[in-house]
Structure formats: structure tokens, C-alpha cells
Nanobody, 115 residues
Framework: AQLVESGGGLVQPGGSLRLSCVAS????????MGWYRQAPGKQRELVAA???????DYADSVKGRFSMSRENAKNTVYLQMNSLKPEDTAVYYC??????????WGQGTQVTVSS
């Protein structure tokens, strides 16, 4: 599978961004999709994950601010990010976990929250 993210950029604190990830060549509808992020000098961390059954889990740090959704007909997942904070600055990666445990990653998209 190939994953392509888009939608990153520079935004002021309190602003919003919407990330998109389009998957091709993989079993999107039966896979768990995730958004991860990695800030400079830090480990990559899970932001949100959506199972094929519709369950969505969020990291505590983004609950109430971020919303993940998936559109199986378009092989696309979204991450709506509201009330952004400087600490949300990171490279955001899309991840696909197939039922047979194979994982795929996108190339990442930079999100910078700064005034």
C-alpha cells in the first residue's frame, strides 16, 4: 500500500488544520488507520486510530480538539485539528495496519503552530 498525506502547514495558536491521507494498493476498508506525529527530539507517538469496525481512539493530549474520520469509498482518512497549540508542532504521519500485521507509512506532513 502507498499512503500520501496532505494538508499540513503553518497555523497560529488556536487555529485549525485538516489533514488527509489517501491509501492505494492496500486493503484499506479492513485495516486499522492511524495518525502519528513526531516532534523534533521526541519519539513518534500515536495521535488517533480508527479500526475497520468504526472505533476511534485518541491520545489524551488531543481529546476534545482533534477528530479523526475515515471514508472507505475514497480510501481516505482525515484528521481535523482544532484549537491547535504550539506543542502540536510535529511531522504527522499516516499509518495503515493490515489484518495480517503488515504496516505501511506515509511520507509525513509538517504541522507548525506558531505566532
Amino acid at each position: 500500500a502507498q499512503l500520501v498525506e496532505s494538508g499540513g502547514g503553518l497555523v497560529q495558536p488556536g487555529g485549525s488544520l485538516r489533514l488527509s491521507c489517501v491509501a492505494s494498493g492496500g486493503a484499506f476498508s479492513i485495516s486499522t488507520m492511524g495518525w502519528y506525529r513526531q516532534a523534533p527530539g521526541k519519539q513518534r507517538e500515536l495521535v488517533a486510530a480508527a479500526t475497520s469496525g468504526g472505533r476511534i481512539d485518541y491520545a489524551d493530549s488531543v481529546k476534545g480538539r482533534f477528530s479523526m474520520s475515515r471514508e472507505n469509498a475514497k480510501n481516505t482518512v482525515y484528521l481535523q485539528m482544532n484549537s491547535l497549540k504550539p506543542e502540536d508542532t510535529a511531522v504527522y504521519y499516516c499509518n495503515l495496519k493490515a489484518p495480517w500485521s503488515t504496516e505501511y507509512w506515509g511520507q509525513g506532513t509538517q504541522v507548525t503552530v506558531s505566532s
